[in-house]
């Protein structure tokens, strides 16, 4: 993605929280400021979902709950991408919650599907090459 370089005023204050986290996160102040500029454009397009820090980094979920959009978008097609049976499986939320996953993936798919193919490489010989401490389930 080709970047370009603009002048941009920023508030004291906003400012001042960018270089913490930027140090907080040992990141660079233009890429903290451009995750963040990135996220409030894809929560603009998207209400209803929001950004959470999680064990690899921040990650798009659904507002109010724990759920990341990748998560629901993985059971989205293991029930045929059927909208009724994802709405059973996920009872407890409202349609305006489904309909943001939905929306979500429907505006940023190659994120989506990269997140669930990441998910999917974590098989059991997987974990247990990466971590052979663990045991290996053959038992």
Same mark, same amino acid.
């Given at each position: 993605m080709a970047v370009i370089q603009k002048s941009l005023r920023i508030q004291q204050d906003t400012l001042k929280e960018i270089e913490r986290i930027a140090k907080e =996160?040992?990141?660079?102040?233009? +890429?903290? /400021?451009?995750?963040?500029?990135?996220?409030?454009?894809?929560?603009?397009?998207?209400?209803?979902?929001?950004? =959470?820090?999680?064990?690899?980094? +921040?990650? /798009?979920r659904v507002a109010g709950t724990g759920i990341e959009v990748w998560e629901m978008i993985a059971a989205y097609h293991s029930v045929g991408k059927n909208a009724a049976r994802l709405r059973r499986a996920y009872h407890w939320l409202t349609d305006q919650q489904l309909r943001s996953a939905l929306g979500y993936y429907k505006a940023y798919p190659e994120e989506i599907d990269r997140l669930i193919t990441a998910n999917e490489e974590w098989t059991p010989e997987h974990v247990h090459a990466r971590h052979p401490v663990l045991p290996d389930g053959r038992r």
């Open positions: =996160t040992h990141q660079d102040f233009s +890429r903290v /400021a451009n995750e963040l500029l990135e996220e409030a454009v894809k929560t603009h397009r998207c209400p209803g979902i929001v950004f =959470t820090e999680g064990v690899k980094g +921040r990650r /798009a």
